[in-house]
């Protein structure tokens, strides 16, 4: 139980353009998921809370117009990188945690941006 | 707000050797310590956790430590195997809300 699927795994897409990208929670309700970043070798670093039915907590330095998330549902947040650019590249990863059921987070299997 | 340090950042043992790694946090109002182990391009994935009412907890090779008057937490890997090469991240959490998480600890294991 507890699987997380992040969609796409991958994509690259021109200077400019938008990119969205999909969090789900395949067999639990997840009233609270999070997005992070991740740098090659760095750690998570926290962009935002995404709860449902609700506007989503960002953390200070990101910009909540440039990476707009939505939760409009218990098994499903997505994340869309807007007028993306190459500095936008990196690992984004979502993970949920289970409504009520404590504070274990289960990840996603990530996502590899890369902005030309 | 939390800060967490990981050390080391990089660990390298022989096959059957232990590994600890170990991690401080500021706010003395966490309580709950996840450790997530991290393979190159994978999701990180929960190994084991301890609350804060509990001191220790260990799962077959591995075993984590907290305590909690010094804020800190570690994380014990005996007879090491290769697969055992990745990295992990320790975190730290109040209640139900946002974890932060340290820097990353490389661990490598020589056949």
């Known amino acids: 139980g507890a699987v997380v699927s992040q969609h796409p795994s991958w994509v690259i897409c021109k200077s400019g353009t938008s990119v969205k990208i999909e969090c789900r929670s395949l067999?639990?309700?997840?009233?609270?998921m999070f997005w992070y970043r991740q740098f090659p070798k760095q750690s998570l670093m926290l962009m935002a809370t995404?709860?449902?039915?609700?506007?989503?907590?960002?953390e200070q330095g990101v910009e909540k117009d440039k990476f707009l998330i939505n939760h409009a549902s218990l098994t499903l947040s997505t994340l869309t990188v807007t007028s993306a650019h190459p500095e936008d590249s990196s690992f984004y990863i979502c993970?949920?945690?289970?409504?009520?059921?404590?504070?274990?987070?289960?990840f996603g299997p990530g996502t590899r941006l890369t902005v030309l | 707000g939390e800060n967490v340090e990981q050390h080391p950042s990089t660990l390298s043992v022989q096959e059957g050797d232990s590994a600890v790694i170990k991690c401080t946090y500021s706010?003395?109002?966490?309580?709950?310590f996840p450790w997530y182990k991290q393979e190159l391009g994978k999701r990180p994935q929960l190994i084991i956790d301890?609350?804060?009412?509990?001191g220790e907890k260990k799962d077959q090779r591995i075993a984590v430590t907290l305590n909690k008057t010094a804020k800190h937490f570690s994380l014990h890997i005996t007879e090491t195997q290769p697969e055992d090469s990745a990295v992990y991240f320790c975190?730290?959490?109040?209640?139900?809300?946002?974890?932060?998480f340290g820097d990353g600890t490389t661990l490598t294991v020589k056949p």
């Open positions: 993970s949920a945690r289970i409504g009520g059921a404590g504070d274990t987070q289960y």
């Open positions: 067999d639990f309700q997840a009233t609270t």
């Open positions: 995404s709860n449902e039915g609700s506007k989503a907590t960002y």
């Open positions: 706010d003395s109002a966490s309580n709950y």
């Open positions: 301890i609350r804060s009412n509990v």
């Open positions: 975190a730290a959490s109040k209640g139900a809300g946002k974890s932060t």
